[in-house]
């Protein structure tokens, strides 16, 4: 079963500064990667999605990279601001009907 | 309405009881699924309808969980007997085909059971 690990489970920064989340995927026979944000209180919203033949995806200050051979994907964010403060969860999807979530990275950007 | 909506947003219940869980998805997607987040720990993937083919119900926990979808509109998740281990979020997602699109969340059901 396909098992992903997202570290660190938590992370905090000043304003301004560049940051890398990362996650770890033990199947490397995926269909496709997507990264997720979630705010308290409200429902996931999608941030990218790179497909498994792409190696990265770019949307504003956020960058993914996918490395399928080794396991990972990282989720870089570029000057910080204290609005991108939420839960970031990376999702493998390993088929046409699932997706397999990690637990996590809760990013914190203070003012 | 342009996107997913769920109902109810909270829900408490008694242990024992049956609640039901509803799912309006985007109009056109092909794809939903339900999906469970319990306090502390990860998503997980409960079921997954595709049209009108077969619904892959690998991820449910218990037959106390049923879920049903009519064509391609609501879908509604039944948990039969609730237990105080059921108390999560429940979210459901639509996408427009099955496999590489993007998955659209709603709000999620926020179930407490006493």
């Known amino acids: 079963k396909q098992e992903v690990t997202q570290i660190p489970a938590a992370l905090s920064v000043p304003e301004g500064e560049n940051l890398v989340l990362n996650c770890s995927f033990t199947d490397s026979a995926i269909y496709n990667l997507q990264w997720f944000r979630q705010d308290p209180g409200k429902g996931l919203t999608s941030l990218l999605l790179?497909?498994?033949?792409?190696r990265e995806q770019t949307s504003g200050r956020l960058n993914a990279s996918l490395d399928k051979s080794s396991g990972r994907s990282t989720l870089y964010i570029a000057a910080s601001q204290p609005g991108d403060s939420a839960t970031y969860l990376c999702?493998?999807?390993?088929?046409?009907?699932?997706?397999?979530f990690g637990t996590g990275t809760r990013l914190t950007v203070i003012p | 309405g342009a996107g997913v909506s769920q109902s109810p947003s909270n829900k408490v219940t008694e242990k024992g009881k049956d609640v039901e869980l509803r799912c309006d998805p985007i109009s056109g997607h092909t794809a939903l699924y339900w999906y469970r987040q319990r306090l502390g720990q990860g998503l997980e993937f409960l079921i997954y309808?595709?049209?009108?083919?077969?619904?892959?119900k690998s991820g449910l926990p218990s037959d106390r969980f049923s879920a049903e979808r009519t064509g391609e509109s609501v879908s509604t998740l039944t948990i039969q007997r609730t237990q105080q281990e059921d108390s999560a979020v429940y979210l459901c997602?639509?996408?427009?085909?099955?496999?590489?699109?993007?998955?659209?969340f709603g709000p999620g059901t926020r179930l407490l059971v006493l």
């Open positions: 997602a639509s996408s427009p085909i099955a496999g590489g699109e993007t998955q659209y």
């Open positions: 790179i497909q498994s033949s792409q």
């Open positions: 999702a493998v999807i390993g088929g046409a009907n699932n997706l397999f």
């Open positions: 309808f595709q049209g009108n083919s077969a619904p892959d």
